[in-house]
């Protein structure tokens, strides 16, 4: 049951079968393990989507799909040290079970305030446990933050890979944070020859961080800042809107219209996000990463979804819901994955793209990277037993 490393062969044989290590691994060492390698993520999330299709996984819920548990904090409480409802104050686990190559389980358990970001801080703070799908026994702790950023921005990166036009060259960028910047690291990684970036940004400070991120890691691209919504779509080949945004009215999320949409255009949309009768036209391809994972937040939200979750694919399920679209106009990324269905159909077709984030796909990449971690020696063995107390 231990995680060791190959020069410790000989100590482990002296050892009870009952003791159990696990790897941890720092942030730091996750970087050396491989979790920044937007290629080889991209890869990782294409099999995840074609394991989702053919339905060799588990997440929670009735239904096998839920993105997770979440823990809410009131607008008020009548106990002085109880955290108070702010934007993005939660706690949530999402756990899962991953088949395919994978064949291991875990779960990512965060805190999310975005008042992190006046102390220095991420707005969330993730860590990972990585489990042996068998015994439940854990082979690593890992700092997540990455982990969760570059699975997020693939997911988009395989999306392109089959939808994007094979010339692209603009890319339009709603919410300069991480989001943006690992979707655009897919984008780059399946569309190499896209030259220019347009963003739009809310504040100073983030626009610089992705200006100098994007000269640090693309120095052959152009950022152009914008001061629209239409902007960021008009002339764009690819577009993704990647700012975080309260949930309430649906009518406030931003919304993209389809006059704005250039024929052939690939739109991929990771955060909140709303769209015109025009883009609702059954002429304008809709495809999700698996509309389980929407079912399931219809199943647990009051209807509409799209008003308590802001993402596309729950708009998309409303619309069903109200018998304006049929479940046979929602394609699943899985079956265009696995050959099932037709990846883009003509250069003129507009894709819409949703992406809601699933814990499978954390298990995926902490499986890639834990892996790297042992064959090089990353990160430190720490011992959860060598024989249980209460077996």
Excluded at 88 to 94: E, H, K, L, T, Y
Aim: charged content about 20%.
């Amino acid at each position: 049951m231990t995680s060791s490393s190959p020069n410790q062969a000989s100590e482990d044989a002296t050892r009870p079968d009952t003791a159990i290590d696990f790897l941890y691994l720092s942030e730091p060492d996750m970087i050396r393990a491989g979790v920044t390698d937007m290629p080889r993520c991209v890869e990782t999330m294409e099999e995840v989507l074609a394991l989702l299709h053919t339905g060799d996984y588990r997440m929670a819920g009735d239904n096998n799909d839920s993105h997770g548990a979440l823990v809410l904090f009131p607008a008020e409480s009548e106990f002085p040290d109880m955290p108070l409802a702010t934007p993005d104050r939660r706690f949530m686990a999402m756990p899962a079970y991953l088949g395919g190559s994978f064949g291991q389980a875990g779960v990512k358990w965060y805190g999310s305030n975005i008042a992190n970001r006046d102390k220095g801080l991420p707005r969330s703070i993730h860590t990972f446990t990585l489990n042996d799908a068998d015994t439940g026994a854990p082979l690593a702790i890992m700092s997540a933050n990455l982990l969760s950023a570059y699975r997020t921005g693939a997911i988009p990166g395989v999306g392109a890979k089959y939808f994007a036009p094979e010339d692209a060259k603009v890319v339009g960028i709603q919410g300069p944070g991480t989001m943006a910047k690992t979707s655009l690291a897919a984008f780059m990684a399946v569309r190499p020859g896209i030259e220019t970036v347009k963003v739009l940004g809310r504040g100073r400070a983030s626009l610089d961080a992705f200006t100098a991120w994007v000269a640090r890691h693309f120095p052959q691209l152009l950022v152009e800042e914008v001061d629209s919504l239409e902007a960021v779509v008009r002339d764009s080949d690819i577009v993704t809107f990647c700012a975080s945004g309260v949930p309430n009215d649906p009518a406030q999320y931003p919304t993209v219209e389809r006059a704005w949409v250039k024929p052939g255009a690939f739109l991929s949309m990771p955060a909140a996000v709303n769209i015109d009768a025009g883009m609702e036209a059954p002429e304008v391809r809709k495809v999700v990463d698996n509309y389980g994972l929407y079912e399931a937040w219809a199943d647990e939200n009051p209807a509409p979804t799209h008003r308590y979750i802001p993402i596309l694919g729950c708009r998309f399920t409303d619309l069903v819901a109200e018998g304006k679209l049929a479940r046979t106009d929602i394609e699943d990324m899985g079956a265009v994955v696995t050959g099932q269905a037709p990846g883009r159909k003509s250069a003129e077709e507009i894709v819409l793209y949703s992406v809601g984030g699933m814990p499978v796909e954390d298990v995926a990449w902490a499986s890639v990277v834990y892996r790297n971690a042992i064959e090089q020696g990353i990160g430190v063995q720490l011992n959860l037993w060598d024989t249980p107390e209460l077996a």
